[in-house]
C-alpha cells in the first residue's frame, strides 16, 4: 500500500491504495437506479454503469438512491425503479448481485424522523442488516452536529457506514481530524 501525502495547497483525499487486496470489490454507494435522484437518467445507463462495475471487479452492487427519493409516493416509485434493475441484470446475465440500500442525508434536525423512518422500513437499511449509509453536510463546523447523529444511529442500534468520507476532510479540516473511528 502507499499512501498519497498531498501537498500544500492540494486537495485532500484519503490514502491511495495501489494494490488490491480483496478478491472481488463490492460497491457500497452508487447512483444507478434511473430516474429516482441526480443519478442514472435510463435503464441503458445504468445497465452500462452495472457492465463498467463487472469490468472493475465488482461482484455485489448496492443501489443507493439518495433519501429524498423515499417517502410518501416518492418510495414506491423509487423501489419500483430498484426492483427493475435488479431483474434488469439478471435477464441480461449481468455478473453482478445486486443489494438495496439508501444514502441517508443526515442533520440534527431530522435525526429523530429518519431513525423513525428506518425503524418503519420507509427508509431501508443496507440489504436489510443493521448496517446504514450516511451522509452529512460537507459545511465546516457540522462535526458537533454529525457526531451527535452517529451517536443517535449507534444507541438506535444501527451501525453507520459514512458516504465518500474523504468530502469531509473540509468540514473538519485535515483528513486526520476526521472522527468518525473516535465516536462513543
Ligand atoms: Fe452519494
Known sequence: MREHRPGKGEPLYMPFIEERTTEYLIDI??????????????MEMSLAMLRSEAEQGAKVVFLTPHSSAFGGA????????MQEVQETAVKEGLPVQICRGCEIYTNRQRIE?????????????????????????????N????KYCLRRYLEEGWIPIIAHAERYCRTFATVETVPWGRIS
Open 29 to 42: 454507494h452508487t447512483h444507478i437506479a434511473p430516474n429516482v435522484d441526480d443519478g442514472s437518467k435510463s
Open 74 to 81: 416518492w418510495t414506491a416509485h423509487t423501489l419500483k425503479r
Open 113 to 141: 424522523e429518519i431513525l423513525r423512518e428506518l425503524k418503519d422500513g420507509i427508509l431501508p437499511s443496507m440489504n436489510g442488516t443493521r448496517y446504514i449509509l450516511a451522509e452529512f453536510s460537507v459545511h465546516r463546523g
Open 143 to 146: 462535526m458537533d452536529d454529525a
